[in-house]
């Protein structure tokens, strides 16, 4: 199919389907030439259209797709993988106004979301009517809609699954400007193909979400964290199937080498996790959360954890027991992107997901290619869940010897994680970075098979072209 362009006449047709909204030219701010990974390939949008409800998504997907022009959904573009940018030119729909938290069915356990709302404002919405919201994705300013289009994780993946598991229904606009509903207020189902579960994680490519019902918990009553402090990161990270096989449940299990942290400490300007233990140097850190439904069950929760810890070699165990301690010692794990943002010039990630017990061996032989390929490397991430983010960062390098570098640490390490049994992406998706090693995960049945699918929803391929299948 061959793109046609934005015209001044289609700018006046977008202007009447969303009033006051549509961008074009010089007029569209620089931030929507990309997402959170510019290195992928930076490319300027011919039109961005806010819209504020089903309706206009609907009647911007019809122009554009009776013009046989792109159509590429954003929500605050924090992904990681490129998959927001028009790189093939047409039009932005930015869905972050539409950002009504629309109700909540308390009896049902369920609230109701435009999709552009921020995770942030909906979990302190829930936590403020008493109940938790699970997904707990690091980036706290992205949407939902992109959250359920990513299926992100986070860290509390590890006890309560990704965001896909909480999607009850959802609307969407086909990129035909069809507005169809999935799913329902309901428990289960077993109604037909689940096209609620392929829409999650579509990245964009089948339709454009624009309402969720989202499943909702009762808060937990008591909570815990512990950070481990480890000679290195081998003790660590082998540590991690303990905990699990402890059957402690943690809510959340994150590990970190020594280097993130001195990052993380430079670019905040504070010590949260300690660099030295009775005078040891401290090598890598383990940081977990536990639950428990009264609170003289946490004693006997924390004093069990730190056993497993010290038995699989910690030099010493912390405990953040108060609502303050536990949000500091998370926030700092929670700036980790951000410290290796503010060092490095390049970057390149990955989020290979591999068996927990493959972990310790991903993450070494990620580590030992640093003097191979010539890159610094970062590894930390949802050790509890098995994925592993892995940076690839460099200063004062010509863009192209760091490109033609990271792609052979990204052949190397995504080669390893198939060997392991693990999956091209944990959780921040394909979206044009990763194509590639989609396919070499998948093979070439399941990618077609992806195709055929891609067709049904999107016969002409205008929505979010080139992304997740090619
Ligand atoms: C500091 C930092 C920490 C992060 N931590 C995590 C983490 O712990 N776990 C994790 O999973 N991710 C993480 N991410 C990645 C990112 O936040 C997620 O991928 C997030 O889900 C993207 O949401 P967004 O609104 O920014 O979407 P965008 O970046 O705007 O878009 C992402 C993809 O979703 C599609 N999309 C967006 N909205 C819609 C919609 N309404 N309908 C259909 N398709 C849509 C886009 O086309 C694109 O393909 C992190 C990112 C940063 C910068």
Same mark, same amino acid.
């Given at each position: 199919?061959?793109?046609?362009?934005?015209?001044?006449?289609?700018?006046?047709?977008?202007?009447?389907?969303?009033?006051?909204?549509?961008f074009?030219?010089?007029?569209?701010?620089?931030?929507?030439?990309?997402?959170?990974?510019?290195?992928?390939?930076?490319?300027?949008?011919?039109?961005?259209?806010?819209?504020?409800?089903?309706?206009?998504?609907?009647?911007?997907?019809?122009?554009?797709?009776?013009?046989?022009?792109?159509?590429v959904?954003?929500? /605050?573009?924090?992904?990681?993988?490129?998959?927001?940018?028009?790189?093939?030119?047409?039009?932005?729909?930015?869905?972050?106004?539409?950002?009504?938290?629309?109700?909540?069915?308390?009896?049902?356990?369920?609230?109701?979301?435009?999709?552009?709302?921020?995770?942030?404002?909906?979990?302190?919405?829930?936590?403020?009517?008493?109940?938790?919201?699970?997904?707990?994705?690091?980036?706290?300013?992205?949407?939902?809609?992109?959250?359920?289009?990513?299926?992100?994780?986070?860290?509390?993946?590890?006890?309560?699954?990704?965001?896909?598991?909480?999607?009850?229904?959802? /609307?969407?606009?086909?990129?035909?400007?069809?507005?169809i509903?999935?799913?329902?207020?309901?428990?289960?189902?077993?109604?037909?193909?689940?096209?609620?579960?392929?829409? $999650?994680?579509?990245?964009?490519?089948?339709?454009i979400?624009?309402?969720?019902?989202?499943? &909702?918990?009762?808060?937990?009553?008591?909570?815990v964290?512990?950070?481990?402090?480890?000679?290195?990161?081998?003790?660590a990270?082998?540590?991690?199937?303990?905990?699990?096989? $402890?059957?402690?449940?943690?809510?959340?299990?994150?590990?970190?080498?020594?280097?993130?942290?001195?990052?993380?400490?430079?670019?905040?300007?504070k010590?949260?996790y300690?660099?030295?233990?009775?005078?040891?140097?401290?090598?890598?850190?383990?940081?977990? /959360?536990?639950?428990?439904?009264?609170?003289?069950?946490?004693?006997?929760?924390?004093?069990?954890?730190?056993?497993?810890? &010290?038995?699989?070699?910690?030099?010493?165990?912390?405990?953040?027991?108060?609502?303050?301690?536990?949000?500091?010692?998370?926030?700092?794990?929670?700036? $980790?992107?951000?410290?290796?943002?503010?060092?490095?010039?390049?970057?390149?990630?990955?989020?290979?997901?591999?068996?927990?017990?493959?972990?310790?061996?991903?993450v070494?032989?990620?580590?030992?290619?640093?003097?191979?390929?010539?890159?610094?490397?970062?590894?930390?991430?949802?050790?509890?869940?098995?994925?592993?983010?892995?940076?690839?960062?460099?200063n004062?390098?010509?863009?192209?010897?760091?490109? $033609?570098?990271?792609?052979?640490?990204?052949?190397?390490?995504?080669?390893?994680?198939?060997?392991?049994?693990?999956?091209?992406?944990?959780?921040?998706?394909?979206?044009?970075?990763?194509?590639?090693?989609?396919?070499?995960?998948?093979?070439?049945?399941?990618?077609?098979?992806?195709?055929?699918?891609?067709?049904?929803?999107?016969?002409?391929?205008?929505l979010?072209?080139?992304?997740?299948?090619?």
């Amino acid at each position: 199919m061959e793109f046609k362009p934005v015209t001044a006449e289609i700018l006046e047709q977008l202007s009447a389907a969303a009033p006051g909204r549509v961008f074009s030219g010089g007029d569209i701010s620089a931030d929507y030439s990309h997402d959170e990974m510019p290195i992928y390939g930076e490319r300027m949008p011919e039109a961005v259209v806010q819209t504020l409800t089903t309706e206009e998504v609907a009647a911007v997907c019809k122009i554009c797709y009776d013009d046989d022009i792109p159509i590429v959904p954003r929500g /605050t573009g924090t992904g990681l993988c490129g998959g927001c940018v028009a790189d093939q030119g047409g039009v932005i729909i930015d869905t972050s106004k539409m950002d009504k938290i629309l109700g909540y069915d308390k009896d049902n356990f369920t609230v109701r979301v435009q999709a552009g709302v921020l995770l942030d404002t909906l979990a302190a919405d829930c936590l403020a009517q008493g109940m938790l919201y699970p997904p707990d994705p690091g980036e706290r300013f992205a949407t939902v809609g992109g959250n359920v289009a990513t299926n992100a994780g986070g860290m509390r993946a590890v006890k309560y699954g990704a965001t896909r598991d909480y999607v009850r229904a959802m /609307t969407v606009v086909l990129p035909s400007g069809e507005i169809i509903r999935l799913g329902g207020e309901v428990n289960k189902t077993s109604s037909g193909y689940s096209l609620i579960h392929l829409m $999650a994680g579509s990245e964009g490519t089948l339709g454009i979400i624009t309402e969720l019902s989202m499943k &909702l918990l009762p808060l937990p009553k008591q909570t815990v964290s512990l950070l481990g402090l480890f000679p290195d990161l081998d003790s660590a990270i082998s540590c991690v199937p303990q905990v699990k096989l $402890a059957g402690l449940d943690p809510q959340a299990l994150e590990f970190m080498s020594r280097a993130n942290v001195a990052e993380i400490q430079e670019f905040l300007g504070k010590e949260v996790y300690p660099a030295k233990c009775d005078g040891e140097d401290v090598g890598a850190y383990l940081l977990t /959360t536990f639950e428990g439904a009264k609170p003289e069950l946490m004693d006997e929760i924390m004093e069990q954890a730190a056993e497993v810890f &010290l038995e699989n070699g910690a030099l010493d165990v912390l405990v953040f027991d108060t609502p303050e301690a536990i949000r500091t010692a998370w926030s700092f794990r929670g700036a $980790a992107l951000e410290a290796i943002q503010a060092k490095f010039q390049l970057i390149d990630e990955c989020d290979v997901v591999v068996p927990i017990p493959n972990i310790p061996e991903l993450v070494n032989y990620a580590n030992s290619l640093e003097g191979e390929v010539g890159l610094a490397i970062r590894t930390s991430g949802h050790a509890g869940d098995g994925n592993v983010h892995m940076n690839v960062c460099a200063n004062d390098m010509d863009k192209g010897e760091f490109l $033609a570098k990271a792609e052979k640490f990204m052949e190397l390490v995504y080669a390893k994680g198939w060997e392991l049994g693990g999956l091209c992406s944990g959780e921040h998706g394909i979206g044009r970075a990763k194509v590639p090693y989609l396919a070499q995960f998948e093979g070439g049945v399941i990618m077609e098979l992806m195709r055929g699918i891609k067709k049904v929803f999107d016969p002409k391929g205008l929505l979010n072209p080139g992304k997740v299948c090619g």
